[in-house]
């Protein structure tokens, strides 16, 4: 079992940014891949970016393709997501999520295994 804790939300200007964190309970962290999800009011829940387990391999979805940053450091098992210009449409919550299939990139949420409560990002226009 591996449990998620994402921190850094918080309320921001359009054009402002931040950092989100996702600190991971256990040392194996370095084997799974992890993401970056999103869910707004009355939304589906959509992927933001992902890595695979070395971070040579990244995703983003094309929203955010520019303007977000994922980073993972796996000796303080703790995966990032650096978000700039942010715009009003990218309010929402933020969930990371690993992955078991750590050497690929995992677009679909059903393939993640382990999920975080979630950050509330709001960005105000």
């Known amino acids: 079992q591996v449990q998620l804790v994402e921190s850094g939300g918080g309320l921001v200007q359009a054009g402002g940014s931040l950092r989100l964190s996702c600190a991971a309970s256990?040392?194996?962290?370095?084997?799974?891949?992890m993401g970056w999800f999103r869910q707004a009011p009355g939304k589906e829940r959509e992927l933001v970016a992902t890595?695979?387990?070395?971070?040579?391999?990244?995703y983003y979805a094309d929203s955010v393709k520019g303007r977000f940053t994922i980073s993972r450091d796996n000796a303080k098992n703790t995966l990032y997501l650096q978000m700039s210009i942010l715009k009003p449409e990218d309010t929402a919550v933020y969930y990371c999520?690993?992955?078991?299939?750590?050497?690929?990139?995992?677009?679909?949420?059903?393939?993640?295994?382990?999920w975080g409560q979630g950050t509330q990002v709001t960005v105000s226009s």
């Open positions: 999520a690993a992955s078991i299939f750590g050497d690929r990139v995992i677009t679909s949420a059903t393939m993640y295994d382990y």
């Open positions: 890595m695979t387990w070395a971070g040579i391999r990244t």
């Open positions: 256990k040392r194996t962290f370095s084997n799974f891949g």
